[in-house]
């Protein structure tokens, strides 16, 4: 098999095919994929946030309820009328296009956006490593920078601007209900997060070769929960995400009009667990790629994430020393342990 996509005589894709042939041929790994190659396809809580901002004062507790109810029982849901413009969406869906398309070596080895490129994982060792996508991840502050972008993707890096404002002022307002339905007074909750520490994620999906209705579907993204306070994510049409619910894989019904808000670690811990964060993964699709864009919503690595009522279920932990060990258990067993490492 050969990496398809091309500009020119320019290679475009990360050669997962080349790093990974070993990994998606073996025989285990088929089989563990095709136990899981159906699931059933369900639209997440869906919460409508025209009614936030409303002037009757039952529409706002009732949507408030909604979110609450949604981050408790789902850790996933999904929002309308959040402020962001589809057009806006689809603008930078267009230009994310034309970014991933650019030749390989261009993407590692240019500094584009940062110097924020990444793709699968070329150090996994086991199927449970693997990750059939390629990625930027960009803190919002680095976005307007000329001197890591050359000069170059103008109207990408507006429009990336304008999306991180939206949906940082999103985030808050979110996080405002969930904070103070805890009898927490939000003031800046979540504190020391701000455009130096919250990232944009743009996300591209490449069609896998081998997934196959006899061997199941490669992941695009493995199992994880995420480690931050919450993120937004928009996707496309493609679809391909799945969430753990009862035990059991899900696949999200992709909605052009919405957003899709989870609930991280980070909330989760300060929490003390009234809030989930949950198990999620991107599944991939044999003919179709797929594009998402994600907000995260991170502190300072410095910032201690301590529960908002005592006792606390966890440990206090810095957001530093939380990374540090999700990245050192990832290294060493290939697995994320996440917040197990930090309970009492």
């Given amino acids: ?79 309308l009328n959040h402020g962001i413009s589809l057009e806006l969406l689809e603008e930078i869906k267009r230009e994310q296009v034309k970014l991933f398309r650019l030749p390989f070596e261009k993407k590692v080895s240019s500094g584009i956006l940062n110097d924020s490129y990444r793709w699968g994982n070329p150090a996994a060792l086991s199927v449970d490593q693997f990750s059939w996508s390629e990625a930027f991840h960009v803190p919002l502050d680095k976005i307007s920078d000329e001197d890591c972008n050359h000069g170059e993707f103008s109207s990408l890096r507006e429009s990336m601007k304008n999306l991180g404002m939206a949906m940082s002022n999103l985030g808050r307002a979110l996080a405002d209900v969930l904070v103070q339905n805890l009898g927490y007074s939000c003031g800046n909750f979540p504190k020391n997060c701000d455009e130096k520490t919250c990232f944009l994620r743009l996300n591209r999906y490449p069609p896998c070769p081998f997934s196959r209705p006899e061997t199941g579907a490669a992941c695009g993204l493995v199992s994880h929960t995420d480690s931050d306070y919450l993120t937004i994510l ?33 909330f989760q811990a300060w929490s003390n667990d009234a809030y989930k964060s949950v198990e999620h993964r991107v599944i991939t699709n044999a003919k179709r790629e797929r594009y998402s864009i994600a907000y995260f919503v991170c502190p300072s690595y410095d910032s201690t994430i301590g529960a908002y009522a005592q006792p606390s279920r966890y440990r206090s932990f810095t957001f530093g020393e939380y990374r540090k060990q999700v990245q050192d258990d990832v290294k060493r067993t290939g697995k994320k342990f996440g917040l197990s490492r930090f309970q009492v």
């Avoid at 042939?21 to 059933?40: G, Y």
């Avoid at 496309?236 to 670690?265: E, T, Y």
């Fill in 1 to 79: 098999m050969k990496e398809v996509l091309a500009i020119g005589s320019e290679i475009s894709e990360p050669p997962l095919v080349t790093s990974y042939q070993a990994l998606l041929q073996n025989n285990d790994f088929h089989s563990h994929l095709k136990t899981e190659s159906i699931v059933q396809e369900i639209d997440l809580p869906m919460i409508d946030l025209c009614n936030l901002q409303s002037e009757n004062r039952e529409k706002r507790r009732l949507c408030a309820e909604e979110i609450v109810k949604a981050a408790s029982e789902w850790g996933f849901f999904q929002v």
């Fill in 234 to 266: 928009y996707q496309d049409h493609v679809g391909g995400l799945q969430v753990m619910k009862d035990s059991r894989w899900v696949a999200v019904r992709p909605n052009r009009n919405a957003l899709i808000v989870n609930i991280g670690d980070l």
